[in-house]
């Protein structure tokens, strides 16, 4: 679930902070902080040396919005670890991500099992808790202050985006009394904790509701069940009276008796956006690229005032496809946006929105393999390709029985969505406000209460 701030956050003005300011090379030096990354060269773990280790390698791609995916991450071998010499990570590290996909942070709680940095994240750990705390600042590295920082140094060579250890170093950081620090960091962490209780919920909430679309609508278990004179299992006959208890052929194989035979293509509309980065304004509405739909809004968001009509705006709760890249289905939770030309907007004006989005879930592996052997410089399926994988629309009383139980839990999903992205605004405008000294510690607390947190 992305959680990172709104557009409005990236175009508002950088606050300057009351406190004294360090540059992190100052702060090594006094002993506060450590910045440090991953191996580069031959200390670097080898293809060979992954998959049988207890220690994860963390790239990039394994932190999400504040917290690192160790339960996905790759591993290396006690051989790999031996030999590596820098960027083993401790609990209470704030990991950065500093190359290709730059500006990924994440607080890495202090229970965290064995890790070590890629080259393409750094670890920054602060050494003296009485001079630096963690939390604040990993709060402070999620400011437009220090985004504006970074950002300004990612170009500095001719690579991918790359903010080199050098560059890291050269940033500044406020070190207000170490009181304030803690009184910010235990404000601010109360709206993180609150977003991961969401995104805990939402994971329960999607676990369950795609295992029963799946159950009902892929492996079609309760006909199978019903052919072979069973009850389908964890429902009940008023449900189950709804499925058909035989199958007949069709091109697809057997299908449910009843069920009409399509396509992706078919269950729903897909507008393509166009280019509106051409003469943006950096006003106005932000464009949805897929760097937006996997990170969301950052300091290279482009914005525009340019007009469009209603097809090419995406509003809350609108279902995209990025359709190039790495490609993704996304249910849109920002402010209206405008799509840019290498994403869909898929209407749903016959079908619950729910079975259009997780039958486009279940295709999007084959369309990545499509992307894949198609891939000069960035792959990408065509609108041809939508009506390449097959699948069975059922009967008007089997959806509306579905909808029932998997449209309450699909909504509910949205709005934790929404309720996250509004927490981690108010924690954008609170961190501004406390660091410039227009809002006091006591005033945020209070406003943290007021919104649930």
């Not at 500006?103 to 009485?130: H, I, M, N, Y």
């Amino acid at each position: 679930m992305d959680v990172s701030p709104s557009p409005q956050f990236w175009q508002a003005t950088a606050v300057e902070a009351e406190w004294p300011t360090f540059p992190v090379e100052e702060l090594q030096r006094r002993g506060w902080l450590f910045v440090e990354d991953g191996n580069h060269g031959e200390s670097r773990p080898l293809p060979h040396e992954f998959g049988s280790g207890s220690t994860a390698f963390i790239r990039a791609a394994d932190i999400d919005y504040g917290r690192v995916l160790f339960e996905t991450a790759e591993c290396i071998n006690d051989t790999a670890l031996a030999r590596i010499r820098k960027g083993v990570g401790r609990g209470g590290d704030v990991l950065f991500s500093h190359k290709g996909t730059v500006g990924k942070l994440a607080l890495v709680p202090l229970d965290a099992p064995p890790f070590v940095c890629s080259p393409q994240t750094t670890f920054w750990r602060t050494l003296d808790p009485t001079r630096l705390d963690r939390q604040f600042l990993f709060s402070f590295m999620r400011s437009k202050p220090f985004a504006d920082q970074w950002f300004s140094r990612k170009g500095e060579t001719d690579m991918a985006d790359y903010v080199s250890l050098t560059a890291q170093r050269g940033c500044s950081v406020p070190v207000p009394p170490i009181e304030q620090q803690h009184a910010i960091g235990r404000v601010l962490g109360a709206l993180d904790d609150k977003i991961e209780l969401n995104r805990q919920m939402n994971r329960t909430l999607e676990a369950m509701a795609q295992a029963i679309f799946r159950s009902w609508f892929v492996d079609c278990d309760p006909v199978a069940a019903k052919t072979a004179g069973r009850q389908p299992f964890g429902m009940d006959s008023e449900i189950a009276g709804l499925f058909p208890d035989r199958v007949r052929d069709s091109h697809m194989g057997p299908l449910p008796d009843g069920w009409i035979p399509t396509t992706i293509a078919g269950i729903a509309g897909y507008v393509n956006g166009r280019n509106f980065t051409a003469g943006a304004t950096g006003r106005g509405r932000m464009v949805i690229r897929i760097a937006e739909l996997n990170s969301g809004p950052g300091p290279s968001t482009v914005y525009t005032e340019a007009d469009a009509p209603p097809a090419h705006i995406a509003q809350p709760g609108d279902l995209l496809f990025a359709w190039s890249g790495s490609l993704g289905i996304y249910r849109w939770w920002r402010d209206d946006a405008l799509i840019n030309q290498h994403v869909f907007k898929v209407v749903c004006e016959r079908l619950p929105q729910w079975f259009v989005h997780w039958h486009l879930r279940e295709a999007l592996p084959f369309f990545q393999s499509i992307a894949a052997e198609k891939a000069t410089t960035m792959g990408h399926i065509k609108r041809e390709h939508l009506a390449q994988w097959d699948l069975a629309i059922p009967s008007r009383g089997m959806l509306q029985a579905a909808d029932r139980i998997l449209g309450p839990r699909y909504n509910r999903i949205f709005e934790n969505e929404r309720e996250s992205l509004v927490l981690a605004d108010l924690g954008v405008l609170l961190l501004a406000g406390l660091l410039s000294g227009e809002i006091r510690v006591r005033e945020a607390e209070k406003l943290v209460v007021q919104a649930g947190a």
